[in-house]
């Protein structure tokens, strides 16, 4: 968690890794609105990482407590899922966001 706010000369691999952690979670897409479930999976992998490793950066300044951490990543990944859902799955979704 100390390299979110630790510049250094030469890039890193967190996205990478974070990037495949999430494709790895995604994989197949199941669940996913089959119209755009393609273009999901090309583009969410990455788009939840960003997410998610925002909520860890307010998280390590201090500004998310350790209670509001599972909540706040769970409302962040929620909100990225939205767009391509199914009309079945958005209002769980949704509940999860407010």
């Known amino acids: 968690m100390g390299a979110i706010g630790a510049p250094t000369d030469e890039p890193g691999s967190v996205a990478g890794h ?3 952690l999430w494709a790895e979670a995604l994989a197949a897409g199941i669940g996913l609105y089959p119209e755009t479930r393609a ?3 090309a583009v969410l992998p990455d788009q939840l990482a960003i997410a998610f ?3 860890l950066s307010f998280w390590t300044a201090g500004e998310l407590t350790d ?3 599972d909540r706040q990543a769970s409302a962040a990944a929620a909100t990225v899922l939205l767009g391509f859902a199914g009309p079945a799955d958005r ?3 949704l509940t999860l966001v407010v």
Request: aromatic share 0%; hydrophobic share 55%.
């Open 67 to 69: 209670q509001q951490l």
């Open 53 to 55: 490793r925002g909520v």
């Open 18 to 20: 974070s990037r495949a």
């Open 91 to 93: 209002a769980e979704l």
């Open 39 to 41: 273009l999901a999976l």
